[in-house]
């Protein structure tokens, strides 16, 4: 079952989706273009940097540099807190100090039981289902600590649109994952080349924090992030999952 959040009769609302893709509530078959679809979440999402082992070794020679001078040496997150959050089919800024900003996409896990000082052996036992999560970002200059400033921006955090329950997922380690620009394939990955799998992730995390049911933890994004302009429109497309599509505005379009 894939479950999604929507703004029906103006109230929140959870509806399913079925095989022929059709949003259902109460009897009824909604639109996407004319429903208000919402983020899966209602909660900052967590997110895990350098996760992708081709991107590790891309940089792995600057690590031993300045200002870093080794490798990190324990998983690198980040937070994208709740004004980020968008919806599919929802509106994704550009601010205007710049003229272009970076999509990342990213294979997302909702977290279905509370969770502390987990062990990876059980990780899957906190897993309910899977979603998509794009990471909207500006040019970063740190990999340890990645910025507020350059993360944090309105609805630089599209979410959803749906999540799939974790019974329907045969692997999500070996999951193809894709970006394409005004219908241009722009990036093809695999969650294959993860540095850490899931349960480790839920390991890690819950070594200092409690995973609540509800959050969403984003495994981590592939190399070589894209450039995007306003009038862009963006699709990360997951094999299993399905498509989570924005579009790139300017500032003045999206604050009216």
Known sequence: MKKIRVNADGTLREATVDEQARIRLDGRILEPETTGLRPVTDQPVICVALNYAGHYARLADAFHQPPYKQPPRQPVFFIKPLNTLAGHLGDVPCPDSVDHVY????????????????????????????????????????????????????AFGPVGPYIVEREEITDPHNLAIRTYVNGELRQSASSADLRLNIPAIIEALTEFMTLKPGMVVVSGFPDKRIAVIPGDEVKVEIEQIGSLVNSVITAAEFYG
Do not use: Q
């Open 103 to 154: 999509t990342g996409a990213g294979l997302a896990f909702v977290i279905g039981r509370t969770a502390s000082r987990s062990k990876r052996e059980r990780g899957f036992d906190y897993v309910s289902g899977y979603t998509i999560f794009n990471d909207f970002s500006l040019a970063e200059d740190s990999y340890f600590r990645p910025p507020v400033t350059t993360k944090c921006h309105d």
